[in-house]
C-alpha cells in the first residue's frame, strides 16, 4: 500500500497503515488563545498534504478541534480519498476560532454533533477510525460514550473505534474492550506508557503514536521548534538526547529526529507514528528516517540504558 515507507497491519482491524502517518494538528492555522498556533496559507497545507500522500504515507490523522486542519484536508486532498484512511476525534466544545471556551465536553450528544461536523468538514460519507479526545475512564463509563461511538460505527459513520489518551489516565481506559485502537503520547524521553503499548498491541489492539519529534529542529523553517526559537522538541527533550549521549549512537546519515523516529518504531507493538510539519524538508528526513526501520537491538539497548540513568523507563508493568 505504500511506495518505500514500510507498513503494519493495525491490530484486529485488519487495516495497513503506513509506519509514518501525518499528523495535523500544526495546520490547524492561526487560532486565538493558542500562542503556538501559525497563520498558514490554504496552497502551503495543500502542498503538504499532497506531497504526504505522494511519498506513500497512507493515514492521516486529525481532530475536530483542531482547528481549520479537516477543512483543509476536504478541500486538499478528499478527491484523493481511496488512497488513505484517516483517523478524526470527537469530545470538542468548539466555537468558531478560539480556545477561550471550554475545550472539551464528553456527552453523547457531542460526539453525535462532532462526527456530522467533521464529516462535511472532510468530504466524506465515513472515517476510518473515530477516537474519544483524551477523557478520563469515569467520564466514558458514566456518559455511555462507548455506547455513543458503536452508534456511529452502526450507522456507518466509522469503521472502527478508539481513544486518544495518555498517561496516567490511560491504564483503566484499556479495560474497555470494544476499543479498537489507542493513541499515545511515546519517545525515547516519554517512556511512562511502553508497557500498556505492548500490552494492547498484543491483545490486537491499533496502536497511533504522537511523538514529540514532531516539532522537528530548529534549523527547518516550518517547523514548531523553529517557530518557537528554542532548541528542544519537547521540555528539555533535545538537553535530555545530549546529557544521554544518544548521538554517539547514531548512524551516520541519521540526524536527531532520524534516531528518535527510529527508536519509536522499534517497539514491534507501534503501527504507526503520526507527526506534523509544514516544513518539506523534515517530511522527507522523516520519511528516510522510517525507510531505514528500527534500530538495531544492540543500539535500541544501549539507548534504553543511558535513558535509564536518566530517569527515562518503561512505565509500571500492567
Known sequence: MSEGIPTAVMGRTGIEVTRLSYGTWEIEGRIEGNPLSRPVSEKHVSTMLNTALDSGMNF???????????????????????????????????????????PKQFTQESVF????????????????????????????????????????????KTR???MSSDMPHLPPLTDFEELDIFQV????????????IKRLGDDQRGIIIRSRAAKGQ??????????????????????????AKLDELRDDGDSRVAFM????????QVHTV???????????????????GPLSPDTLEEANRRLEKLGFKAGQEV
Open 160 to 162: 472502527w473505534i478508539g
Open 185 to 196: 503520547g511515546y519517545q525515547p524521553m516519554q517512556r511512562e506508557s511502553e508497557e500498556w
Open 218 to 243: 530548529p534549523h527547518y523553517e516550518g517547523t514548531l521548534a523553529y517557530n518557537q526559537g528554542r532548541i528542544s522538541s519537547g521540555p528539555g527533550t533535545w538537553v535530555n538526547f545530549e546529557k
Open 261 to 268: 523516529l527510529r527508536y519509536t518504531i522499534s517497539l514491534p
Open 274 to 292: 503520526a507527526v506534523g510539519t509544514l516544513s518539506l524538508d523534515h517530511m522527507q528526513e522523516n520519511v528516510r528516517a522510517v525507510q531505514r
Open 113 to 156: 454533533r462532532n462526527v456530522e461536523r467533521s464529516l462535511k468538514r472532510l468530504k466524506t460519507d465515513h472515517v476510518d477510525i473515530l477516537q474519544l479526545h483524551n477523557p478520563k475512564a469515569a467520564l466514558v463509563e458514566d456518559n455511555e460514550l462507548i455506547d455513543a461511538l458503536l452508534e456511529v460505527k452502526r450507522q456507518g
Open 60 to 102: 492521516i490523522d486529525t481532530a475536530d478541534c483542531y482547528g481549520h486542519a479537516e477543512e483543509f484536508i476536504g478541500r486538499s486532498v478528499s478527491h484523493r480519498r481511496s488512497e488513505f484512511a484517516i483517523a478524526t476525534k470527537c469530545g470538542c466544545n468548539w466555537r468558531g476560532r478560539s480556545r477561550s471556551t471550554p
